[in-house]
């Protein structure tokens, strides 16, 4: 199994930045590919950005590309989503999930296997 636990969510105002990680521990074999997932109210999950194991190898959603950086440090099981110039439109519940290698960066919830159990972020106008 592979537990997952983000943090660093909270209220900010537009145009601010903020950092999530997470911490993760278990079958870290598992974990080739991390994720990071949001879902507003009454919204789908989208998916954000993902990463793969070296860290060479990222993706990112249109809408926050050029905005939002994710990196990861194995040393520490941890990745990270370093968000800037936040939107109210980024205002949603931030997940972060994990699968092995797939041959590429998944982008839909149904292809990872493990997540957390969210953090909020909320940006104000």
């Known amino acids: 199994q592979v537990q997952l636990v983000e943090s660093g969510g909270g209220l900010v105002q537009a145009g601010a930045s903020l950092i999530l990680s997470c911490a993760a521990s278990?079958?870290?074999?598992?974990?080739?590919?991390m994720g990071w997932f949001r879902q507003a109210p009454e919204k789908e999950r989208q998916f954000v950005a993902g990463i793969g194991w070296s860290g060479g190898t990222t993706y990112y959603a249109d809408s926050v590309k050029g905005r939002f950086t994710i990196s990861r440090d194995n040393a520490k099981n941890t990745v990270y989503l370093q968000m800037s110039s936040l939107k109210p439109e980024d205002t949603a519940v931030y997940y972060c999930?994990?699968?092995?290698?797939?041959?590429?960066?998944?982008?839909?919830?149904?292809?990872?296997?493990?997540w957390g159990q969210g953090t909020q972020v909320t940006v104000s106008s």
């Open positions: 999930a994990a699968v092995g290698w797939q041959g590429r960066i998944p982008t839909t919830a149904s292809q990872y296997n493990y």
């Open positions: 278990g079958r870290t074999f598992s974990m080739d590919i």
